[in-house]
C-alpha cells in the first residue's frame, strides 16, 4: 500500500464527482465499448428476473437490443408464452444485471415492463437470420418435450404446415417469415438504475439513479430523475 490510502483507493474507475442527471449516458457509453470492442460475443446479454407465480424470483439471460436513452428504456425479445413472457403477464416488473467483467463494470436496473409496439417487433423479426426466424415457430418455449429428436420432428412439421417456399429454403436462400404473434419485444422502463465500477481493494464506486413512473396508456411518464452515491 503506498503512504497514502486513500490515494491508493482512489486508482479504479470512477463515476463522475458530480453525478449527472440521467445515468443512461453512462450506461450507453458502457455499452457501447463492449460492443464496439466485442470483448464477448454476446456483449449485450443481461440476466434478467422476473417474479414466478411460486414467489420466487426467477433469472435467465437474454440479449438486450436497444437502449433509449432519453426515454430511460431498454428493449429484449422473446416469446410472451414462455415462462418469463407468462410471469411478465403476471407481474408486469423486472430486475436486469448487466456485468463487463473486462471494464470492472456493473450496471442493474429494475423497472415496469410493457409489450413493444406490433411494429418494432416485426421490425426486429424480420432482422433476425432466417434459422431465428424459424425457430421462434418451432419453440413452445419453456413447454417439456420428450426427447431432442422429437424436437427435430417437430421442427420439420412446423416448418412444412408454415407453407414457405420449400425448393428455395432447400436451396439455402432467404424466404420472408411471418412473425408469430406470440414473440415480440417487451420494453423495460427503468425506474432506477444502479452504476458500479469497480476499485481498488473492493472499495468500488457505486451510485444509484431513481424516478418516478406514472401510468399514462400503454406507457409511462417519467419524473426526473434523483441520484445518491452508495458505499460498495
Ligand atoms: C447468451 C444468451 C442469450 C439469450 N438470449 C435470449 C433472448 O434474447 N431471448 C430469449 O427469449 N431467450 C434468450 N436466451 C435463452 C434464455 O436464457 C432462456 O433459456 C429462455 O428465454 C427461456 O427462459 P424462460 O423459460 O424463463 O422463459 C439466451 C440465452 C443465452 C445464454
Known amino acids: ?92 416488473f423486472a430486475s436486469v444485471v448487466f456485468h463487463w467483467d473486462q471494464y470492472e463494470r456493473q450496471v442493474r436496473i429494475r423497472g415496469r415492463v410493457t409489450h413493444a409496439t406490433e411494429a418494432e417487433s416485426d421490425r426486429y423479426f424480420a432482422s433476425r437470420r432466417l434459422e431465428s426466424r424459424l425457430g421462434a415457430w418451432i419453440s413452445d418455449q419453456s413447454q417439456p418435450i420428450e426427447s431432442r429428436q422429437a424436437l427435430l420432428d417437430k421442427a420439420a412439421e412446423v416448418i412444412a404446415g408454415l407453407g414457405l417456399d420449400t425448393a428455395a429454403l432447400m436451396n439455402g436462400e432467404d424466404v420472408v417469415v411471418p412473425r408469430p404473434p406470440h414473440w415480440g419485444g417487451f420494453r423495460i422502463h427503468a425506474q432506477s438504475v444502479e452504476l458500479w465500477a469497480g476499485g481498488v481493494g473492493r472499495v468500488h464506486d457505486r451510485a444509484r439513479w431513481v424516478r418516478d413512473l406514472s401510468e399514462s396508456g400503454d406507457g409511462f411518464v417519467a419524473g426526473s430523475w434523483s441520484s445518491t452515491r452508495l458505499q460498495p
Request: aromatic share 12%; glycine share 6%; hydrophobic share 30%.
Open 1 to 92: 500500500m503506498s503512504t497514502d490510502p486513500v490515494q491508493f483507493y482512489d486508482e479504479g474507475e470512477r463515476l463522475p464527482d458530480t453525478l449527472p442527471d440521467s445515468p443512461f449516458p453512462i450506461f450507453k457509453s458502457w455499452f457501447d465499448q463492449a460492443w464496439d470492442e466485442r470483448i464477448t460475443p454476446n456483449t449485450n446479454a443481461m440476466t434478467i428476473s422476473t417474479l414466478h407465480e411460486d414467489g420466487f424470483p426467477d433469472s435467465r439471460i437474454v440479449l438486450c437490443k436497444e437502449i433509449e436513452p432519453d426515454a430511460g428504456n431498454i428493449v429484449f425479445y422473446t416469446n410472451y408464452n414462455g415462462a418469463k413472457g407468462r410471469q411478465l403477464a403476471e407481474s408486469p
